[in-house]
T-cell receptor, first 113, second 110 residues
Framework: ETGVTQSPTHLIKTRGQQVTLRCSSQ?????VSWYQQALGQGPQFIFQ???????GRGNFPPRFSGLQFPNYSSELNVNALELDDSALYLC????????????FGPGTRLTVT | GQQLNQSPQSMFIQEGEDVSMNCTSS?????WLWYKQEPGEGPVLLIA?????ELTSNGRLTAQFGITRKDSFLNISASIPSDVGIYFC??????????FGAGTILRVKS
């Protein structure tokens, strides 16, 4: 059974640019949730995708958007990057939209300069 | 928004000692979860609590869901070096969103 994978591992972008992060869910999981984890903080819920539809969103602006594909992998897109977007971005997959049985990937470290 | 207050912020203990950390909230949660995160990895679920008053163990770890549904604690008995990491509590709110605390950093002296 393959776990949750994320790519890239880390990247550096400039303020104002756009970025796409990718997540492959654990085999058999149809739900992906994305989190932002700033240094020294706990993860903050961005949004969840269930069967290719957004199924809940945290307190993040519309420049944070996502997609889920038929194979349940997912992308997180962030437009007009700001310095405060520098963080570890985690995705987690689960068998359904009930979040407690979710498995996290290792994250993508984004640095915005 | 909802916040979870986790304490202590960090702990530096001797190997073999017991550890206790807790989490409080001004809001009610229907599920409490405890995660551990190690460097370069995502959080790993340690214990899930589904019912007020519930006490659950997972090896040397024991966690309780407070009776008011606004708090939870995690105990680790007889700590070992591999217990090092950041421990997060998280509550599942009525909108089915996970709200995380800021974490407790645990360091163990061997």
């Amino acid at each position: 059974e393959t776990g949750v994978t994320q790519s890239p591992t880390h990247l550096i972008k400039t303020r104002g640019q756009q970025v796409t992060l990718r997540c492959s869910s654990q085999s058999g999981h149809n739900t992906v949730s994305w989190y932002q984890q700033a240094l020294g903080q706990g993860p903050q819920f961005i949004f969840q995708y269930y069967r290719e539809e957004e199924n809940g969103r945290g307190n993040f602006p519309p420049r944070f958007s996502g997609l889920q594909f038929p194979n349940y992998s997912s992308e997180l897109n962030v437009n007009a990057l700001e310095l405060d977007d520098s963080a570890l971005y985690l995705c987690a997959s689960s068998l359904g939209p009930v979040l407690y049985e979710q498995y996290f990937g290792p994250g993508t470290r984004l640095t915005v300069t | 928004g909802q916040q979870l207050n986790q304490s202590p912020q960090s702990m530096f203990i001797q190997e073999g000692e017991d550890v206790s950390m807790n989490c409080t909230s001004s809001s009610i949660f229907n599920t409490w979860l405890w995660y551990k995160q190690e460097p370069g990895e995502g959080p790993v679920l340690l214990i899930a609590l589904y019912k007020a008053g519930e006490l659950t163990s997972n090896g040397r770890l024991t966690a309780q869901f407070g009776i008011t549904r606004k708090d939870s604690f995690l105990n680790i008995s007889a700590s070992i070096p591999s217990d090092v990491g950041i421990y997060f509590c998280a509550g599942l709110d009525e909108g089915n969103k996970l709200v995380f605390g800021a974490g407790t950093i645990l360091r163990v002296k061997s």
